[in-house]
């Protein structure tokens, strides 16, 4: 059974950082793209940065560019979320997805292109 699970959320105020981390327990890691979503109430799911099979190509969402990092370590079947500069509107539930079929061509930000997802942690960030 595949299992995507992420760590490192908490409370910080703005301005501090966090990291998040998803563990994946698919048996060729490496064969997937990975991507950040988040979720605040009453908001629609968001994506927030992925990163294809390999880590040589990323996206990011425009309200995180220069502040947030994708990477990956395959051989860890890990994919993390350097969170600099957090902000009060960077609150939300992140979720991390890995998708099988997401190439060149594909759209990285639409959820419906991945097939896995974790269950989510919360980060919130105080003023």
């Known amino acids: 059974q595949v299992q995507l699970v992420e760590s490192g959320g908490g409370v910080v105020q703005a301005g501090e950082s966090l990291r998040l981390s998803c563990a994946a327990s698919?048996?060729?890691?490496?064969?997937?793209?990975m991507g950040w979503f988040r979720q605040a109430p009453g908001k629609e799911r968001e994506c927030v940065a992925s990163?294809?099979?390999?880590?040589?190509?990323?996206y990011y969402g425009d309200s995180v560019k220069g502040r947030f990092t994708i990477s990956r370590d395959n051989a860890k079947n890990t994919v993390y979320l350097q969170m600099n500069s957090l902000k009060p509107e960077d609150t939300a539930v992140y979720y991390c997805?890995?998708?099988?079929?997401?190439?060149?061509?594909?759209?990285?930000?639409?959820?419906?292109?991945?097939?896995?997802w974790g269950q989510g942690t919360q980060v919130t960030v105080s003023s």
């Open positions: 698919l048996r060729t890691f490496s064969s997937y793209a």
């Open positions: 990163i294809n099979r390999i880590g040589g190509i990323t």
């Open positions: 997805a890995a998708g099988r079929f997401l190439n060149y061509y594909s759209d990285y930000t639409l959820p419906t292109n991945y097939d896995y």
